[in-house]
């Protein structure tokens, strides 16, 4: 999510439940590496449908890194990011940044190429990467032609401020979702959308 709006809509988490999953075994070396809980691909598959193969998908706790990232079919989630089961945690913003990760197993599952776009776009900002996730709303009407950090940072707003809309906030909360879950609908047409912001 950009930093702007996890600033904005820093609003208590709405969490999903599932059936309980047992906690994944580290390794020798004290990281994880799992499958998505069925949790995990039904949460998903609310956004990805069917463009993702979720069997082929694994998770790592990542803890000698300060990034979450992911390539090809795997995600490599920080110490502090990495959860057992995402679709149980009540933390909005990890959730978020999930299914973010998720967005870049879409675009490797659909034919991006992942490094090489990265790489791309560390030169194309001056070195500075933290860039490639900004976008404006003109860039809204344009997602299919966005950067893959573009995309993902759009999906991942729209998830987290969907998730986060309530009674009290759903104002300012839902124009924004809304603006967002147009441009993920020009791919993904039926993602789901928060009963606050539903109009009458």
Known sequence: MTRKLRGIFAAAALGLTTACTPAPTP??????????????????????????????????????????????????????????DYATSRNSQVRSIFIHELAHIWQSHNGKDLVGEAVGLFFRHGGDYDRAYDYDLFDLNNFENLSIEQQASIIEDYFYLNETATPWNAAETCRNMEQRAGAVRRVFPDIPINPVCRKP
Do not use: C, W
């Open 27 to 84: 390794l020798s070396n004290g990281q994880i590496n799992r499958p998505l809980t069925d949790g995990e691909i039904a949460m998903a598959y609310q956004i990805f449908g069917d463009s993702i193969d979720y069997s082929r998908v694994r998770v790592h706790k990542n803890a000698h890194s300060d990034n979450n990232r992911a390539h090809k079919s795997s995600l490599y989630m920080t110490q502090a990011s990495y959860r057992d």
